[in-house]
């Protein structure tokens, strides 16, 4: 046979597919899935039934751990003693089982994480009401099969003569599976059972008024009545977990926040270090110091506070930021019929009683073959008493042992088991007071044999008796509940003033687009003044807005989006620092740019602005190609920091102008062609906020809107200038109010010819001016220039204008807008303060 001809070929699919799958099989059956009848893992069953095996009850003293992990993994678990040591712990552990079902003695660990002592150190033996889980084990009420090298026999689960699956819960990982089950009052879980006997066809509602939710060891607030429901319906759900708390008033107006709960699995020195860090990182305002002051009267974490702190708000930061308040996924996944399967409460429990039922039945069963046999023991010898002389003549008469039996047996009927009994009997018990009590004895047992027939034959009876010992188990180890059952889930809403200190400061954006936020005592240092500024060269400062921290201003591009900054998350810079580009702080894609910044109040983008029937501060958006749109500034409410739609915009057009109006006035539109209209804001009417808009002026194909602002009353003039460098003014007052949609008014004249001089080709920028302001003129090439609005002549509207600033005519001018002054009142309805 050559070499070849002993492999076989085989595909690769399917030999990885058979091996894993063998494997997962194993691990979720062998290793982390719990059985629904005894509520342990196959390593927390072989500890427990190793101690039960070796005599380390509860009754005698505490043994070496090490001795139990020997015994568990020479026997029952060939594995590492790590894993059977780390399980053996977590049983010991109060924080983490409802019920220790081992009793350790020495250092095993604590709600900090640290980790137990080494088991050569610790000593443990099994608690009282572990015994309740191994209760009857040697009466056959359960299978045994032989362990892993066939030396000795282990149980396939334990007779849990309680619903161990549900009172202690259980966590843990396996291959495509993974189950979460919390802990539950004893108490509860019992009645439930009861209930179910009871009334097979309780409905889970029902059992929800006897087991009111999870009962954590570690107590804590549970929120979610809806999330409980939906677990114990389909074995899936979702609760919220809070800290107990309290806040306590110190010496000075002081205050100070105490947590004597925290919620299931966490680790109380990892949460202290997040809540000072939280402190020490000044993302909070308000905490002076965090200590933990736990001790043998119990867990107390305590976060005292500044004075004048807002108590009720840090506490609410901490429940949303920290583990103060955790989420519990409920995935009761348990092994039934060695397959793993989701369950609800009362699938459990009907799978923990038909358990129970079949171990009473079999112990029932044990105990009626032992009152039996001892009934039939009895039986001959109080028959032989009766004729002791005859009895003792056959037995004397016999040549041997086994010869007086098999007399006895021939002469007076006696069987084999009665004969050996009366050929032990000893002497004693031939006096009348001992034939008085094997007379009474056999009595009883009859009795007793009746008693546990009737069982074997009543399925009533069978459930009293399991009704019986689970009320006792109950009465015996019941405790009170620990953790509170809240039904609606508290929203948690965090002020703002909470984790940002309320501070005035300015913030600017240069016309590249670098933004910074200064505080005032920068900008006082640098002179107060707008020309100290940090820009890089070329550039200028296009927005300048005194806000505060609390703050958040609303920018708009051109391509009809928005996004809501909230001041405190621009980044601090000196006043005479550049700052950062505004792509830093906002996702703003590169083929769009910022057309208009405005600055709002937290109240009026709240949900009470929202749904107020007030009509409110509203937003006007005006469009290249004439298009005006009026939403209300509630409608710009959001939680989101990206692109939002803030007007629907058709192609080949785009927004120039956005600004927020607070009363009632008209407005004015300019196109490049020198055309004008002025028509009341009313004129269009509000739409949503992501409508079109309706059309504010009829244009010619080839003209366009070049700027829009608001106007009222005759007072100011309007101030317009072309790509030329040519500026006039003329009167507001010659601007008549019209309809709106009409072809306008003229504004500017354009002069072009031999003899003339030409003043431009188009306007690029228009202002309302009522003082006198600093206009920056900007060029193709990026060249800056700036004139004095009073240096433009009034004229006439069909005025030619002045030559304000020289330009090249291969380097016209492209844009303008008025030199920022920092107002103190962001919530000027005048957009040319950055226009």
Request: net charge negative; proline share 4%; hydrophobic share 35%.
């Amino acid at each position: 046979m050559s070499l070849q001809e002993q492999f076989l070929s085989a595909v690769l699919e399917e030999v990885v597919g058979d091996r894993f799958g063998r494997y997962s099989k194993y691990i979720i059956q062998d290793r982390a899935i719990p059985d629904v009848r005894d509520g342990l893992k196959p390593v927390q069953r072989r500890i427990l039934y190793a101690m039960y095996d070796s005599g380390n009850t509860p009754d005698k003293p505490y043994r070496k751990s090490a001795k139990t992990v020997g015994d568990v993994m020479g026997n029952y678990h060939p594995h590492g003693d790590s894993s059977i040591y780390e399980g053996m712990a977590r049983m010991a552990q109060p924080w983490k089982m409802a019920h220790m079902l081992v009793d350790g003695h020495g250092n095993w660990g604590s709600m900090d994480d640290d980790p137990p002592a080494a088991m050569r150190y610790t000593e443990a033996r099994l608690s009282a009401i572990a015994m309740e889980l191994l209760r009857d084990i040697e009466k056959r009420t359960v299978l045994f099969k032989d362990n892993f090298d066939n030396s000795t026999k282990e149980p396939v689960v334990l007779p849990a003569r309680y619903p161990n699956l549900l009172v202690n819960g259980v966590s843990g990982i396996s291959s495509g599976f993974a189950t979460e089950i919390p802990s539950h009052n004893l108490r509860e879980v019992i009645d439930a059972c009861i209930a179910i006997m009871t009334t097979p066809e309780i409905t889970v509602n029902e059992l929800m008024g006897i087991v009111k939710g999870p009962d954590f060891p570690t107590g804590g607030i549970i929120m979610g009545e809806d999330g409980i429901r939906e677990a114990y319906e389909t074995g899936k759900g979702k609760i919220y977990v809070r800290s107990k708390t309290s806040i306590e008033d110190l010496r000075g107006g002081k205050q100070q926040i105490v947590v004597t709960e925290i919620p299931y699995q966490i680790v109380k020195s990892k949460l202290v270090n997040v809540i000072d860090s939280l402190r020490m990182e000044k993302k909070i305002e308000g905490i002076a110091e965090v200590r933990d002051e736990s001790g043998r009267n119990g867990m107390r974490i305590v976060i005292e506070l500044k004075k004048e702190a807002d108590a009720e708000g840090i506490l609410a930061y901490l429940l949303k930021k920290t583990d103060l308040q955790t989420t519990y996924n409920f995935n009761m996944v348990a092994i039934v019929n060695k397959a793993p399967r989701q369950l609800g409460i009362k699938s459990m429990l009907e799978a923990y009683i038909a358990h129970q039922k079949e171990v009473v039945t079999n112990r029932t069963q044990y105990d009626l073959e032992k009152a039996e046999d001892r009934a039939h023991v009895v039986e001959g010898l109080v028959k032989a008493l009766n004729i002791l002389d005859r009895v003792i003549e056959t037995i004397k008469a016999s040549k041997n042992r086994q010869d007086a039996q098999n007399n006895l047996m021939e002469q007076y009927g006696f069987s084999e088991r009665q004969a050996d009994s009366i050929l032990t009997l000893q002497l004693y018990r031939l006096t009348n007071l001992e034939i008085t009590q094997l007379e009474k004895e056999l009595a009883e047992t009859l009795k007793k044999i009746a008693f546990l027939r009737s069982i074997l034959e009543s399925p009533r009876k069978l459930m009293n008796v399991i009704k019986d010992e689970l009320t006792e188990i109950r009465d015996k180890y019941g405790i009170d509940r620990r953790s509170l059952i809240q039904g609606e889930v508290e929203e948690l809403k965090v002020n703002l003033e909470v984790t940002v200190p309320a501070e005035e400061v300015i913030v600017t954006l240069s016309r590249e687009g670098y933004v910074k936020r200064t505080s005032l005592l920068s900008f006082t240092r640098s002179g107060g003044d707008m020309s100290t500024a940090g820009v890089k060269d070329g550039d200028s400062i296009r927005y300048c807005l005194g806000l505060n921290t609390l703050d958040p201003i609303l920018i708009f591009t051109q391509k009809g989006q928005y996004y809501l900054l909230p001041v405190h998350q621009i980044p601090e810079f000196k006043w005479k620092d550049t700052g950062t580009a505004i792509v830093n702080v906002l996702p703003l894609a590169k083929d769009d740019k910022i057309v208009g910044v405005v600055t709002v109040k937290p109240s009026e983008l709240s949900a009470e602005a929202v749904s107020s029937e007030e009509q409110g501060p509203v937003l006007v958006f005006v469009t290249k190609r004439g298009q005006v749109k009026r939403t209300s500034l509630s409608e710009y409410a959001t939680t989101r920091n990206m692109a939002i739609a803030a007007c629907k915009v058709a192609d080949g057009d785009e927004i120039i102008r956005v600004f927020r109006t607070d009363e009632a006035a008209d407005i004015l539109l300019i196109t490049e062609q020198g055309m004008s209209i002025r028509f009341s804001e009313s004129d269009a009417s509000l739409q949503g906020r992501v409508a079109g808009g309706v059309r504010g002026i009829m244009l010619k194909e080839t003209d366009s809107v070049v700027d829009a602002f608001t106007v009222s009353g005759d007072e100011g003039e309007i101030l317009v200038l072309s790509d030329y460098g040519y500026a006039k003014r003329s009167l507001l007052l010659d601007y008549p109010i019209q309809g709106r949609g009409g072809k306008g008014i003229q504004t500017f004249e354009f002069k072009e010819g031999k003899r003339v001089r030409p003043n431009g080709t188009k306007l690029i920028a228009g202002f309302y001016v009522k003082d006198e302001a600093s206009i920056i003129a900007l060029m193709n090439s990026g060249t800056v220039s700036e004139f004095n609005s009073e240096s433009a002549p009034i004229d006439d509207r069909r005025g030619i204008g002045k030559l304000m600033t020289a330009v090249e005519r291969t380097d016209l001018l492209v844009d303008a807008y008025r030199t920022p002054l920092l107002s103190v009142n962001p919530n000027s309805s005048n957009p040319n303060t950055s226009n």
